[in-house]
């Protein structure tokens, strides 16, 4: 998957994604943790005034990319061997969480956003782009039927996921626009772009 990532993503990105990361980076501030950060696609489009970057990404094949990418843009950051679930940061020690197209494949995404909601700071917020649920019935229901082998084509990815409903169940408030992920297939199109933040915990399970 990680030889793959970038070649298959381009379209998407020249079509406006890269735009839409630089429109949503531009927020970052603080230390900033960024999960599943994959090949590195944000590093080019996070703000210089960032006071420190944590780049979590458990696959070594995605590490070894996301490494030289931060090499060559020159950027400081550390590379942390973790899952969204299982971040190894104290409590109420970030600034600002990114996730940009990586609830979709975490394998709890509850678990992963009750961890963010414990290591941001009390005024942190999480800034994310994510593909979700189609909106339209029609789409929706081409999503559903495709789950499973779009699944196992795109490294775990789960193209009907209802990740804004799951924030909220997770105790965060967004602010939200909808948007579309042109340049891909339309199962991953609808997507939502905004930022939360932690307005109550939701009892651990």
């Given at each position: 998957m990680a030889l793959l990532y970038d070649p298959f993503l381009w379209w998407g990105e020249a079509a406006g994604m890269r735009r839409r990361r630089r429109a949503v980076l531009v927020g970052a501030r603080g230390r900033v943790l960024e999960i599943g950060?994959?090949?590195g696609l944000n590093v080019a489009h996070y703000p210089d005034g960032v006071d420190d970057l944590i780049l979590a990404e458990p696959e070594p094949g995605m590490r070894r990319r996301l490494a030289r990418r931060l090499e060559r843009h020159g950027r400081a950051a550390r590379i942390v061997d973790a899952p969204a679930?299982?971040?190894?940061?104290?409590?109420?020690?970030?600034d600002t969480v990114v996730a940009t197209l990586?609830?979709?494949t975490v394998a709890d995404p509850e678990r992963a956003l009750r961890e963010i909601a414990r290591v941001l700071r009390p005024d942190g917020r999480v800034l994310f782009i994510e593909h979700v649920r189609a909106r339209s019935r029609r789409l929706a229901t081409w999503q559903d039927a495709?789950?499973?082998?779009?699944?196992?084509?795109?490294?775990?990815c789960v193209c009907n996921r209802t990740t804004l409903e799951t924030m909220r169940a997770c105790g965060f408030t967004a602010e939200t626009d909808d948007a579309a992920w042109r340049g891909?297939?339309?199962?991953?199109?609808?997507?939502?772009?905004?930022?939360?933040r932690v307005s109550s915990h939701a009892p651990a399970r």
């Amino acid at each position: 998957m990680a030889l793959l990532y970038d070649p298959f993503l381009w379209w998407g990105e020249a079509a406006g994604m890269r735009r839409r990361r630089r429109a949503v980076l531009v927020g970052a501030r603080g230390r900033v943790l960024e999960i599943g950060a994959g090949t590195g696609l944000n590093v080019a489009h996070y703000p210089d005034g960032v006071d420190d970057l944590i780049l979590a990404e458990p696959e070594p094949g995605m590490r070894r990319r996301l490494a030289r990418r931060l090499e060559r843009h020159g950027r400081a950051a550390r590379i942390v061997d973790a899952p969204a679930e299982r971040l190894p940061l104290p409590d109420a020690s970030v600034d600002t969480v990114v996730a940009t197209l990586v609830l979709c494949t975490v394998a709890d995404p509850e678990r992963a956003l009750r961890e963010i909601a414990r290591v941001l700071r009390p005024d942190g917020r999480v800034l994310f782009i994510e593909h979700v649920r189609a909106r339209s019935r029609r789409l929706a229901t081409w999503q559903d039927a495709l789950v499973r082998p779009w699944r196992a084509f795109a490294g775990g990815c789960v193209c009907n996921r209802t990740t804004l409903e799951t924030m909220r169940a997770c105790g965060f408030t967004a602010e939200t626009d909808d948007a579309a992920w042109r340049g891909m297939p339309g199962i991953v199109r609808p997507l939502v772009v905004g930022r939360a933040r932690v307005s109550s915990h939701a009892p651990a399970r």
